[in-house]
């Protein structure tokens, strides 16, 4: 299963990935997690201890294995340098292990608009492809809103992607651009998830104003995730109301996948 979880910064879509990751762990399947985001933070939702966390680095700040990889320095634009670099080592390579959560940080992929052509981008790139292509794991993809960095020739291997909102109309403005973004590529495999929802009312708001959404779940406002990570555990292992409502949307997203 190749899973991508987006939203609009702030609304908890790390934390969604963490408790879907460890979930699919604990249920025996090898997971590779990956922070996609521009400022990870995918390790602490997960509880990696402090010295597992010290080995990790984000591969868009891996100056040299980019040079070498593509034959040109990050931050060149123009030249030559090879669009299609080696990466099939780097998931192993540069991942860390825990709890049966394999997690490798991406960092920022700036290429949605720009048109940019560089060798960072180049590597980014053709390491997504070659992370969507891997047949051996569970893929939870903790993403910043946006699509662009997908691509069309990968869509037909991402099996869902999960868009996280709050019980806001800006929240659901931003479910709307992202389900655009995603139908312009050709990716339609889209469901809604709500979060910080405090009562049935804010449930329902999101039921009846879903921009065509369907809707996964949700998962209740609970001020134990922000405990958690001031803490440094795992939401999982701390916040047993949104273990369970994870829970239950990553069975209920393995059903419709399988």
């Keep these: 299963m190749k899973i991508a979880i ?13 408790l879907m990751a460890q979930y699919y762990a604990d249920t025996g399947m090898p997971v590779l997690a990956v922070d996609a985001d521009p400022a ?21 700040e891996m100056d040299e294995l980019i ?34 959560v394999r997690l490798l940080e991406m960092g920022a992929v700036d290429t949605g608009g720009t048109g940019c ?14 992370l969507l292509f891997r047949k051996e794991e569970v893929l939870i993809l903790d993403m910043y809103a946006g699509v662009e960095h997908l691509g ?8 869902a992607m999960l868009v996280v909102v709050e019980p806001t109309r800006r929240s659901l403005g931003t479910a709307a651009q992202i389900k655009k973004l995603a139908n312009d590529i050709g ?16 449930k329902k708001f999101l039921e009846d104003n879903t921009p065509s959404l369907p809707v ?22 701390y ?20």
């Design 152 to 159: 069309r020739a990968t869509v037909d291997f991402v099996d």
């Design 6 to 18: 987006t939203g609009k910064g702030g609304v908890g879509k790390t934390t969604l990935a963490a």
């Design 40 to 60: 990870p933070c995918l390790a602490g939702a997960l509880g990696f201890p402090a010295e597992l966390r010290q080995r990790l680095r984000p591969i868009s």
């Design 187 to 202: 990716l339609q495999r889209l469901w809604l998830v709500g979060n910080k929802v405090r009562n049935q009312e804010e």
């Design 117 to 130: 052509i560089c060798p960072e981008s180049a590597m980014l790139k053709t390491l997504f492809t070659h």
């Design 216 to 237: 996964l779940g949700v998962m209740y406002a609970n001020l134990a995730v922000q405990e958690a990570d001031r803490l440094g555990i795992a939401v999982y292992d």
């Design 67 to 100: 040079e070498e990889r593509t034959g040109a320095k990050p931050g060149s634009i123009g030249g030559f340098f090879t669009i299609n670099p080696r990466v099939d080592d780097i998931p192993e390579r540069f991942s860390v292990l825990h709890r049966g």
């Design 239 to 258: 916040v047993p109301d949104l273990k369970e409502a994870a829970a239950q949307m990553a069975k209920k997203l393995k059903e419709i996948i399988q």
